[in-house]
């Protein structure tokens, strides 16, 4: 925990103002509440984000932090892999569809809207209509802002490698990662419409030939283009009005 403190405190005194903590099953951490209330706590840190948590390592305070400290960010990252606990079983994933929900109802119980985003794989190995039905139910439940669908394939060394086959077809697999797309892409809409007139503080993340890409604190993007742009640079916090969206993205109105 020291260790990590002053490596925050460090990029903090050199100018940077988002930090991220990175960690498989970060939250799993025996002093991740800690961590996460001595950080938020620093001068001049303005947004802090963690990943990839597992649903049920999240503490009541933890979700008290995202509901009252504005530096945590309103967003998490919650990778699901699968809507079926069949399928979650074969993945040693050590939760089920119900402890999933569960989480879910939390974050949405809070007083603060936090976006949640979340990791699907389509058809792994075994996995037939019923379990792909479950995860586009818990899809449904959830209501995802963004969901990183892949396609499963063999890893080599892996234990799923070693020990099932893979017997879905990859046509069928691009059917469904298609329908998976299709039902977030309408989502995705339905959420961004409810953030109309709001106001965001954003950051500039990478500036191209052309354009420039920025996100706000629940991690939503945009391209602008950066004729508009020349006085900007890469890092700098503004705001901006919403004021019209689109699937994945949201259309802004600089304000400073």
Known sequence: MDEILTE????????????????????KHPDFDKIVKEIVKLKWLKWLRYTSPYPTYYSDEILRLHECESVLCPQIHAPLQAGSDKVLKKMFRWY??????????????????????????????????????????????ARFDMIYIWIYSPRPGTIAARKYEDNVPVSVKKKRWAELTALLKTISIENNKKEIWLTKEFVISSIWEKVVEWYTDNLKNILLDKVSWVEYNIWDFHKAQIIDWKPFKLKWKIIL
């Open 8 to 27: 925050v405190k460090h990029h903090l005194n050199n100018g940077i103002e988002e930090v991220v903590l990175l960690g498989q099953i970060v939250n």
């Open 96 to 141: 089920t569809s119900s402890q999933y929900k569960n989480f879910v109802d939390k974050v949405r119980w809070l007083k603060r809207d936090i976006s949640i985003t979340t990791d699907i794989i389509v058809w792994f190995c075994d996995e037939d209509d019923q379990d792909f039905s479950q995860t586009i139910d818990l899809t449904n439940y």
